[in-house]
Nanobody, 123 residues
Framework: QVQLVESGGGLVQAGASLRLSCAAS????????MGWFRQAPGKYREFVAA????????NYADSVKGRFTISRDNAKNALYLQMNSLKPEDTAVYYC????????????????WGKGTLVTVSS
């Protein structure tokens, strides 16, 4: 079993930056690809970004390309999402996720989920 705990969410103004963190425990962190998903009110949970187990490859949703950067530090069992140039439409609960099906990163492929951290971007 793997436990994932997100942190770093909050209320920021449009154009601001925010860094989300995900602390992992249990299981074998290095053996999982990791990802970030988000879910806005009334919307389905959607893919944001993913990173391979080694951190060598990444992929992003078109809506965040050029603004968000996913990274991981396996020595610290940590996952990060640097979010720049935030927009009101980025407002959502952001979830840390672990999967062994990379590069498949669909919601249904996720093995473990964090509880989420809320990001609110005001205009």
């Amino acid at each position: 079993q793997v436990q994932l705990v997100e942190s770093g969410g909050g209320l920021v103004q449009a154009g601001a930056s925010l860094r989300l963190s995900c602390a992992a425990s249990g299981g074998t962190f290095n053996s999982y690809a990791m990802g970030w998903f988000r879910q806005a009110p009334g919307k389905y949970r959607e893919f944001v970004a993913a990173i391979s187990w080694s951190g060598g490859t990444t992929n992003y949703a078109d809506s965040v390309k050029g603004r968000f950067t996913i990274s991981r530090d396996n020595a610290k069992n940590a996952l990060y999402l640097q979010m720049n140039s935030l927009k009101p439409e980025d407002t959502a609960v952001y979830y840390c996720a672990a999967t062994d099906t990379y590069p498949k990163v669909r919601v249904r492929d996720i093995n473990y989920w964090g509880k989420g951290t809320l990001v609110t971007v005001s205009s």
